[in-house]
């Protein structure tokens, strides 16, 4: 559990106002009251609309039957959203994966505890597109390495 505990604490030490929802247990919960983060605990996606941060601890189910409400729910928390999965496979490949990478999160993370496996996913608008090694100053910029 350290190191979910630790993964959490990096990825938000820097928000202040944290929404948290769970469906899928109470470990993401004990850890912010264990480490005396403060936190708000929602109990319906449609019901947030304040916040730096939201948490989602959600059931693979939840993720497949509410997948329009999650994409509304980035544009509300642009700064950042984390959807944290706990399923009892190493292989986390399944629909419930390509619809969160579908909606722009990245894969931040994964642990494993007690044959239950973590993967951390997170989207911020901010780092949504990388930019691509060919787009810089140094290729399309200076016209006299157009023929190179």
């Given at each position: 559990?350290?190191?979910l505990?630790?993964?959490?604490?990096?990825i938000i030490k820097e928000h202040k106002d944290v929404n948290l929802f769970e469906d899928n247990?109470?470990?993401?919960?004990d850890i912010l009251k264990k480490n005396k983060f403060k936190f708000n605990y929602i109990?319906?996606?449609?019901?947030?609309?304040?916040?730096?941060?939201?948490i989602l601890y959600i059931k693979d189910s939840s993720i497949i039957n509410n997948y329009d409400e999650l994409g509304k729910l980035l544009l509300t928390?642009?700064?950042?959203?984390?959807?944290?999965?706990?399923i009892s496979s190493q292989n986390?490949?399944?629909d419930s994966h390509n619809l969160i990478m579908?909606?722009?999160f990245m894969m931040h993370s994964q642990i494993s505890n007690d044959n239950l496996f973590y993967f951390f996913?997170?989207?911020?608008?901010?780092?949504?597109?990388?930019?691509p090694d060919w787009l810089n100053n140094e290729n399309w910029a200076n016209p006299e390495l157009w023929e190179k």
């Open positions: 559990m350290r190191d505990n630790n993964i959490l604490l990096g247990g109470d470990e993401i919960s109990k319906f996606l449609s019901k947030v609309n304040r916040g730096d941060m939201l928390f642009e700064k950042g959203v984390i959807i944290i999965r706990k986390y490949i399944t579908s909606l722009g996913y997170v989207y911020n608008i901010g780092t949504y597109k990388k930019t």
